[in-house]
T-cell receptor, first 114, second 112 residues
Framework: EAGVTQSPRYAVLQEGQAVSFWCDPISGHDTLYWYQQPRDQGPQLLVYFRDEAVIDNSQLPSDRFSAVRPKGTNSTLKIQSAKQGDTATYLC????????????FGPGTRLLVL | GEQVEQLPSILRVQEGSSASINCTYENSASNYFPWYKQEPGENPKLIIDIRSNMERKQTQGLIVLLDKKAKRFSLHITDTQPGDSAMYFCAARDTNAYKVIFGKGTHLHVLP
């Protein structure tokens, strides 16, 4: 079974630039999570989906961040105008409701905003 | 509340001794408590978990305890080895919403 995949693995931006992160969850996993993990801190939930529906995006900075999962499979997280404070690793995770429901993480995208 | 508090933030132990990490949670609807190990440059990997219908679980040198009344759970690593040095995160998941909240992490150093 393939794991959660993410791309790109690394991104370096100037402040004000836009960037998109892509996630492909494990096949059959209906729940998909995006986390922001600053250096030496725990993952902080940004948004999560059940199928194509957003369940909770209360921690997503809505003025600059957006996330979609249009077909309930792959997902894209976009930062419209990056700030230095966005420097972090962005982790995608997926799980299956009602199954073993373990959350599996992708390798992450390391973002550096200069 | 949805906070998960994790202590200590840094833990240094001698090789062969045990290490304990403690977490507390606020959401009484939490029913699933995973523990993750994260090595530098890697993603978090599940090492053990416990559900709310259990008080204790043990696997391969790891013990997790859950006290639902006190909203407290803990990880105990017995006979620590240098390979156990890493960041460890606890988490709690809401039974209905499947929302997973992480603690801030414990940096474990196993000293030779």
């Amino acid at each position: 079974e393939a794991g959660v995949t993410q791309s790109p693995r690394y991104a370096v931006l100037q402040e004000g630039q836009a960037v998109s992160f892509w996630c492909d969850p494990i096949s059959g996993h209906d729940t998909l999570y995006w986390y922001q993990q600053p250096r030496d801190q725990g993952p902080q939930l940004l948004v999560y989906f059940r199928d194509e529906a957003v369940i909770d995006n209360s921690q997503l900075p809505s003025d600059r961040f957006s996330a979609v999962r249009p077909k309930g499979t792959n997902s894209t997280l976009k930062i419209q105008s990056a700030k230095q404070g966005d420097t972090a690793t962005y982790l995608c995770a997926s799980s299956r409701t009602g199954g073993e429901d373990t959350q599996y993480f992708g390798p992450g995208t390391r973002l550096l905003v200069l | 509340g949805e906070q998960v508090e994790q202590l200590p933030s840094i833990l240094r132990v001698q090789e062969g001794s045990s290490a304990s990490i403690n977490c507390t949670y606020e959401n009484s609807a939490s029913n699933y408590f995973p523990w993750y190990k994260q090595e530098p440059g890697e993603n978090p990997k599940l090492i053990i978990d416990i559900r709310s219908n259990m008080e204790r679980k043990q696997t391969q040198g790891l013990i997790v305890l859950l006290d639902k009344k006190a909203k407290r759970f803990s990880l105990h690593i017995t006979d620590t080895q240098p390979g156990d040095s890493a960041m460890y995160f606890c988490a709690a998941r809401d039974t209905n919403a499947y929302k997973v909240i992480f603690g801030k992490g414990t940096h474990l150093h196993v000293l030779p």
